[in-house]
């Protein structure tokens, strides 16, 4: 079965530089959410989109921007990285709000030096 | 307000013995539960969860929890642990009023001994 697709795996930026991760939902889900996993915590939630319009939004800096286009799939934006934006940024899909196909990604680890 | 605690932050057991991974929700209404696990250096892999309909579910590699209402819990378990479970365990819910998105506590470290 196809699964959320994230690219890429692992991202290698610099301090002050500018990265985007893309998010590729299952089929038919046209809801996609995007966590950050620090070292050792918890992933938080970032942002979410249902039918290509912004349903929630969490702790996301000001910094980070995100949108989900006309194919269902999201990109997040971050510009001006930080060294405390290193972090595991995952992706999920689901089908509305509904809870029951709600699907991680494998996740981008982004590594800002 | 944290929706979902997790207790104890590191859980060691021997091999073969019984793992119970506790959790506690705070919501007036029933929300949607689910435990992930994580592996070093890996992404969330749903391990089970909870919707509606039976309070005993079970999930992948031997897991199973049970939803309590009465104690707001939402337990994990294992008959008989082994090596290959040790990892990063994350309780996690969608509250009803949340607009689906999943809220995580903050994780139990499971390590298993010879």
């Known amino acids: 079965a196809a699964g959320v697709i994230q690219s890429p795996r692992h991202l290698i930026k610099e301090k002050r530089e500018t990265a985007t991760l893309k998010c590729y939902p299952i089929?038919?889900?046209?809801?996609v959410y995007w966590y950050q996993q620090g070292p050792g915590q918890d992933p938080q939630f970032l942002i979410s989109?249902?039918?290509?319009?912004?349903?929630d939004k969490g702790s996301i800096p000001d910094r980070f921007s995100a949108q989900q286009f006309s194919d269902y799939h999201s990109e997040l934006n971050m510009s001006s990285l930080e060294l405390g934006d290193s972090a595991l940024y995952f992706c999920?899909?689901?089908?509305?709000?509904?809870?029951?196909?709600?699907?991680f990604g494998s996740g981008t680890r982004l590594t800002v030096v | 307000a944290q929706s979902v605690t997790q207790l104890g932050s590191h859980v060691s057991v021997s091999e073969g013995a019984l793992v119970l991974l506790r959790c506690n929700y705070s919501?007036?209404?029933?929300?949607?539960l689910f435990w992930y696990v994580q592996y070093p250096n890996q992404g969330l892999q749903l391990l089970l969860k909870?919707?509606?309909?039976?309070?005993l579910v079970k999930g992948i590699n031997g897991f199973e929890a049970e939803f309590k209402k009465s104690e707001t819990s939402f337990h994990l378990t294992k008959p008989s642990a082994h090596m290959s479970d040790a990892a990063e365990y994350f309780c996690?819910?969608?509250?009803?009023?949340?607009?689906?998105?999943?809220?995580f506590g903050s994780g139990t470290r499971l390590s298993i001994r010879p």
């Open positions: 999920a899909s689901s089908l509305g709000t509904q809870p029951y196909g709600y699907t």
């Open positions: 909870y919707t509606t309909g039976a309070t």
């Open positions: 996690a819910v969608i509250l009803y009023s949340s607009a689906s998105k999943i809220i």
């Open positions: 919501s007036s209404v029933p929300p949607y």
């Open positions: 989109f249902y039918e290509k319009m912004q349903s």
């Open positions: 089929p038919r889900h046209d809801t």
